[in-house]
Each structure stands twice: as C-alpha cells, then as structure tokens.
C-alpha cells in the first residue's frame, strides 16, 4: 500500500510519496520513482503507474523533467515526449502532474488556488541559493497567480542534524550574505550543521509568498519511509532510490 504524505495547506490534489508500496527491491526496495537510479526502467515505470493512479491521471499525464540543480523553471501545458532540463515546473492546466524527485534535496509544492496554478519545485542547497523557488513563484505568476496568494510547501528532506558541511559550504553562504550564519550549527570539529528546510522557508517567506511551511520529515533518518543520497554515501551502498512529490488541478 502506498505512504502518502500530504498537506492541510495545499487544496490541489497532491502528495509527498514515501518510498512505501512500490514494486523496486534491493537496496531500491519499495517505490522507486527515478528513472536516473540504476534500477530497472520497467519497475520504475510500474511504480510511476501507481503514483499517477493514486494522483487520478494517466501516466502520461505525470510530468517530470530531467533535474540539474538548475533556477529553470517550465511551464508546461501537456504531457512532455521529451525530459528538458529543469528543477521546477508550474502549470494552470487541469488533468497534468506535475512530478518532482528527490532523496535528500527538498520538493516544494505550490498552490495559487484562486487562480488554478500550482507548481513544484526541486530545491537542493544549490537550486536554493540560485533562485529556483523563486523562479516557480514567478513563473507562476506569469500564469496568473499571485504570490500573497501561492502556498508553497516543503516536503521530506534531510534535516539540520544529518546535514553535516565543510567550511568551504559555509563560507560559500556567510561571504555572500552573512544573515545565513543562522541557518548554521557548530557540529563536530571543524564541521558545521546546515539547516536545508529553514533556509528554504526563509526564501519563500522573503519571496511574498502567503504561507510557507515544511512536513517535519528528515529523510537521512528514517530509511523504512524515505531515500537518501546521504545516507547511501554513509553506508558505501552502490545506488539510491528517488522519492517523488505531485501535484495536480
């Protein structure tokens, strides 16, 4: 059975999917939606089926675009033949999901209901720091949203205790802006704890949007529900699964 994961926030139809009920086994085990992960493409396609089922599209209809780390944001009205490079999508077309993948970095799902536009975003630390969440609120509002309106919320992602950075990632952050020393915990050593979901509501908030919020769900710890690159890297294991997060009208 499928683990979905949702939002009182967000009125569109959606879902943070956990890695529960898919057909992936291994160390893949459960519901693997990357097509990017070096399991089989016939199980990915079987376990995307079942989240375009549980999102009521056909799965054709569930969008999801080839993700770099990028600030591109698409806007997209049909099913896609091709995955162009992107990290967010936005559409005011009813019937299309829009698909983020993720096992780590935060999927962050927008909703204007007022207006019929949603959007999703994929936001690592990279994406985050270079505009990406920012880039979906204005693509959203090239579509008619406004962003006093938009909710955005930030799904399962790896939380500020299993975050541990390097002083060059910190210094990378305080040389361009120092209000993001608070975003920071010592850890051990010379090793610093960054915190991903306060630094993408800080964005967000700052951005205008209505109302922004996070699940509350660390990814790194709990890897009966969630995948992890991190967690893979620690344990030497040859490959990760891929989370997805959707949204529909």
Same mark, same amino acid.
């Given at each position: 059975m499928l683990h979905i994961i949702t939002s009182k926030a967000l009125a569109p139809r959606h879902g943070f999917f956990t890695r529960k009920g898919g057909?992936?086994?291994?160390?893949?085990?459960? =519901?693997?939606?990357g097509y990017g992960s070096s399991d089989q493409s016939e199980v990915v396609a079987i376990n995307?089926?079942?989240?375009? *089922?549980?999102?009521?599209? *056909?799965?054709?209809? =569930?969008?999801t675009v080839h993700q770099t780390h990028s600030a591109i944001a =698409? $806007?997209?009205?049909? $099913?896609l033949t091709i995955r162009p490079e992107a #990290?967010?999508?936005?559409?005011?077309?009813p019937g299309v999901a829009l698909?983020? =993948?993720?096992?780590?970095?935060?999927?962050?799902?927008?909703?204007?209901?007022a207006a019929g536009v949603i959007g999703a975003a994929h936001a690592g630390w990279k994406g985050a720091k270079d505009g990406v969440l920012e880039a979906t609120i204005g693509a959203m509002e090239a579509l008619g949203a406004r962003r006093a309106n938009?909710?955005?919320v930030i799904g399962p992602c790896i939380s500020q205790a299993a975050y541990e950075v390097g002083p060059e990632?910190?210094?990378?952050?305080? #040389? %361009?802006?120092? %209000?993001?020393?608070?975003?920071?915990?010592?850890?051990?050593?010379?090793r610093m704890l960054f915190d991903l979901p306060a630094y993408g509501l800080s964005r967000l908030r700052a951005a205008g949007v209505g109302h922004a919020e996070w699940c509350?769900?660390?990814?790194y710890g709990a890897p009966d529900r969630f995948y992890s690159y991190r967690r893979t890297t620690h344990l030497r294991e040859a490959d990760y699964g891929r989370l997805i997060s959707v949204i529909r009208l």
């Open positions: 057909a992936s086994s291994g160390i893949f085990a459960g =519901l693997n939606c995307r089926a079942r989240v375009a *089922d549980a999102m009521g599209v *056909d799965d054709t209809h =569930l969008v =698409l $806007p997209v009205t049909g $099913p #990290d967010a999508m936005v559409t005011a077309v698909g983020i =993948l993720t096992a780590d970095c935060q999927p962050v799902l927008f909703a204007d209901s938009i909710t955005a990632f910190y210094e990378g952050f305080t #040389d %361009e802006d120092p %209000e993001t020393r608070r975003f920071f915990a010592n850890g051990a050593h010379d509350g769900h660390c990814t």
